[in-house]
């Protein structure tokens, strides 16, 4: 049976923990308040072209499946499963630690990427409204800023994104995974429809805010076919790009996946796990730079080619708006 509302049905044991708690049925969504020492964390990945991050919240109410950052609530005490969209960190200092780091004469000014390991849109959002303080103090100093998110949310702040906008410090990022709400419903669970993301991308273009089309995560079996459509859908409604990942199973996500897969689609559960590990030298997961995200060999080179191929049909003649990194300035001393 697969839990209505959840991503995860199980609750896997966290490996920092000897004792283990068995929950596999959803519950009550709890917020709890932490105040971290730093909120800004520079990225050492080189395969993300991003520089620093800031995630607001940690665990996530949307509820994806296959999301990746499930692993990092382990480090809090709790499993990468149920636990990551029941228990959500609220890190109700965040705005003023960011501004505390933005005052630092030694800062170096770069995009910072809002979230990584949450969407600072998810539902807590709308109760707490951290992102749009971080966005609040990201505007007074004039700093540039990207977001990722598959929530429509991010059109209450619409009045702060287009002064962003017109100084080319913003570029949005939104995630399509999928036009089948079926699959939406169980994959993530608790996120906005596709259309209701597409009418999101619309919103922004038509406000001069630079959007890139999420194609991701793609699922080789389950959303692999789709490549053209999303990609058109996004191109018709305004976005200016497109990226793409290939689905890994990192750490316990492979455990978390692997028994959703089964429960949501029994028939084809073998089929996607057979395609997935084509894509990752015969394994769920690939933790090699550049070749976790887009995979090896055959499967992973005909994905790239049909997204390629359907990406510069669709989105030709369209770029980015350069980065501003020069309006940046402490309203302190204005």
């Avoid at 049976?1 to 959840?6: A, I, Q, T, V």
Wanted: glycine share 6%; net charge positive; with cysteine.
């Amino acid at each position: 049976m697969l839990f209505k509302g959840r991503g995860a049905q199980i609750n896997p044991k966290n490996p920092f923990l000897n004792l283990h708690i068995e929950r596999n049925t959803p519950e009550k969504t709890q917020f709890i308040f932490i105040e971290p020492q730093t909120i800004v964390h520079k990225i050492d990945s080189p395969d993300v072209g991003a520089v620093y991050s800031l995630n607001p919240y940690l665990g996530c109410e949307h509820g994806c499946a296959y999301c990746y950052a499930r692993n990092s609530h382990t480090y809090w005490g709790f499993s990468a499963g149920i636990d990551f969209e029941t228990k959500i960190l609220i890190k109700r200092n965040a705005p003023y630690l960011l501004e505390k780091t933005l005052q630092n004469p030694k800062w170096q000014v770069a995009p910072i990427m809002l979230s990584g390991n949450t969407d600072c849109y998810q539902p807590a959002e709308k109760r707490f409204q951290i992102t749009r303080k971080l966005l609040q103090v990201l505007w007074r100093y004039r700093h540039p800023v990207g977001i990722i998110t598959k929530n429509a949310l991010i059109l209450r702040d619409l009045d702060i994104l287009r002064g962003l906008a017109k100084h080319r410090l913003v570029r949005v990022y939104i995630t399509l995974t999928t036009l089948n709400e079926g699959l939406r419903q169980k994959l993530e669970p608790r996120t906005v429809t596709p259309k209701r993301r597409l009418k999101t991308i619309e919103a922004l273009s038509k406000e001069g805010i630079p959007v890139v089309a999420m194609i991701a995560p793609i699922i080789p079996g389950l959303n692999d076919h789709e490549i053209p459509l999303l990609l058109k859908a996004a191109a018709d409604v305004g976005a200016l790009s497109a990226t793409y990942t290939i689905v890994r199973l990192n750490g316990q996500i492979a455990e978390i996946f692997c028994d959703w897969l089964k429960k949501a689609y029994p028939m084809k559960a073998q089929k996607v796990l057979n395609r997935i590990r084509q894509c990752h030298d015969g394994k769920l997961n690939d933790s090699r730079w550049f070749l976790r995200l887009r995979g090896t060999g055959v499967l992973a080179q005909q994905i790239e080619q049909l997204f390629t191929i359907f990406k510069e049909r669709y989105f030709k003649g369209r770029t980015l708006p350069p980065w501003n990194l020069e309006s940046f300035h402490n309203p302190l001393f204005a």
